[in-house]
């Protein structure tokens, strides 16, 4: 369903669904990849949680946040979806409560990607001061700020929504998604601010710290050089996310090339803003840096009893293997 902010009726929607044996087969492959992605960020989180030495460096601290909380994104994301094709339609009061967790991590996304960015700054180019800067109750601190940042950016649509919206509205079925429900002027001129900043603060940071650790890479210095890749990949990461942005003008720009695909558009588009840049977060941290992966990988093929005999937990991970 379309609603419009000033026709308070509801009209038809045009329709681009599946036919049945197609919509099945997407939904397989949405939900196949979104289980797949999400135990291996939870054998993360299980690793984090299971070693002490981890949740003593902030590193890994503001990596796990941004794990957790892509298994949120990637979670309401693909109830989202599921949502669309089984129903097409749902009450906007139950809409809101799916959008919102779904919005909040998205917005979440590249400022800690950008928190991050800072870590690596501070721990390559000011080495002596990084244990007095990056502490654990100040990484906690900094996750707090990211999440009211989120907070600032998103709640007041739903004040918006109360204040200009009739009670009825609540009420009626619409096709989920953010600019359906908080479809306000005010509303849409906030996001577009909104994302305006966030990306503008995030770019600034990673482009100055990047520079900043290439002129100390070029003294050969190994963690220096593996610090600048990390960056990039943040910047890959943030590339990644900055197509949530654009996607209405990327969806409307390839329906004008291919105007009977709209559906598989949909799909593609889908598949690369919600879940391939929850995919890349494992690889950054998880596969590259190898005092997480010494740990990571005992429990991504097992589960391993700390508290059973060694020899048990030797055999246990001689079956991983």
């Excluded at 509303?187 to 482009?207: M, Y």
Aim: aromatic share 14%.
């Amino acid at each position: 369903m379309n609603l419009t902010s000033g026709n308070r009726n509801v009209t038809p929607a045009v329709n681009y669904r599946d036919n049945f044996v197609i919509a099945v087969g997407k939904n397989v492959i949405v939900v196949v990849l979104g289980i797949t992605i999400n135990y291996i960020n939870a054998t993360m989180v299980h690793t984090f949680n299971k070693h002490h030495i981890l949740k003593l460096n902030p590193r890994y601290i503001l990596f796990i946040h941004l794990v957790f909380n892509d298994m949120i994104q990637l979670t309401t994301s693909i109830t989202l979806f599921v949502f669309t094709y089984t129903f097409h339609t749902i009450y906007v009061s139950l809409c809101c409560l799916l959008i919102l967790p779904a919005v909040f991590t998205t917005q979440n996304t590249p400022l800690n990607l950008a928190f991050m960015a800072a870590e690596c700054y501070i721990a390559v180019c000011i080495p002596l001061r990084y244990n007095y800067i990056c502490t654990v109750k100040r990484t906690y601190i900094v996750i707090g700020i990211v999440w009211t940042m989120s907070s600032l950016s998103v709640l007041p649509d739903v004040f918006i929504l109360l204040a200009t919206e009739p009670l009825e509205f609540l009420h009626a079925r619409v096709f989920c998604k953010r600019d359906g429900v908080f479809r306000s002027i005010y509303s849409l001129r906030k996001r577009d601010a909104s994302h305006i900043f966030f990306l503008v603060v995030v770019w600034i940071t990673l482009f100055y710290t990047y520079f900043r650790i290439l002129f100390v890479a070029k003294a050969a210095d190994t963690d220096a050089k593996k610090a600048r890749n990390t960056i990039l990949l943040h910047g890959f990461q943030v590339l990644l996310c900055m197509i949530t942005y654009v996607q209405p003008m990327l969806r409307d720009f390839l329906i004008y090339l291919f105007p009977g695909g709209v559906a598989s558009i949909n799909f593609v588009i889908f598949i690369i803003n919600q879940i391939l840049p929850r995919f890349v977060s494992p690889i950054v941290y998880g596969l590259r840096d190898n005092t997480f992966r010494k740990y990571f990988k005992r429990y991504l093929l097992c589960t391993i009893n700390e508290n059973s005999h060694a020899t048990t937990t030797l055999k246990a991970l001689s079956r991983c293997r």
